[in-house]
């Protein structure tokens, strides 16, 4: 089976590829990047991926499209639920590639993160899968997340320390502030 899966980074990568190549899925990765702020950070993260895409032989699928605005005006005054929209964003633009590149499936590499909401992530991907009409494979990764990060750092891979957007950069500096403002 041919499966687009949308790729958020390279360390989120490492695992699910491996797991989904030994369930002899054929394996095409595919970057949306539109919800990683700022910019710099998004080249950085496509520009590691690309790399490691390379080393691993994993086809890529890259979207150079950055609309920050669409982003921003989608989120401004609901950014206590950003994640709903970005995951919907995310996983529409891989099922429609999904579909017009004629692949079996589609799923993403969210589903390696412990910081994910995977039961909303699993909900949006078959909602979508049904109505554009290719289905979405949920497989939960996070049994692999020690080993996607040790692989990470051996590799010396560039590694984030926040999901992407401007929201959740923000957060990471001011979660340790607000517990020991309290």
């Known amino acids: 089976m ?3 899966l949308h790729t ?19 394996v095409m990765g595919f970057f949306y990047g539109s919800n990683i702020h700022p910019y710099r950070e998004c080249l950085k993260r496509r520009q590691t991926l690309s790399d490691y895409a390379a080393s691993i032989d994993l086809k890529l699928i890259i979207s150079n499209a950055y609309d920050l605005e669409h982003f921003l005006r989608n989120v ?13 964003e995310r996983l529409r633009a891989a099922a429609l590639m999904a579909k017009s590149g004629r692949f079996d499936t589609f799923s993403t590499t969210l589903l ?18 049904e109505e554009v009409g290719i289905p ?7 049994t692999g997340w020690k080993e996607g990060v040790d692989t990470s750092k051996q590799l010396g891979m560039y590694r984030q320390q926040y999901c992407g957007c401007i929201f959740s950069e923000k957060e990471r500096y001011f979660r ?7």
């Open 2 to 4: 041919k499966m687009l």
């Open 76 to 88: 401004v005054y609901r950014e206590k639920n950003r994640c709903l929209f970005c995951y919907q």
């Open 136 to 142: 979405f494979f949920y497989q939960d990764f996070r």
């Open 176 to 182: 340790n502030q607000e517990s020991t403002d309290a």
């Open 112 to 129: 390696y993160s412990r910081f994910q909401k995977h039961d909303t992530i699993r909900s949006i991907g078959h909602a979508i899968g």
């Open 8 to 26: 958020c980074c390279a360390p989120c990568s490492i695992y699910p590829v491996r797991m989904l190549r030994e369930q002899n899925f054929q």
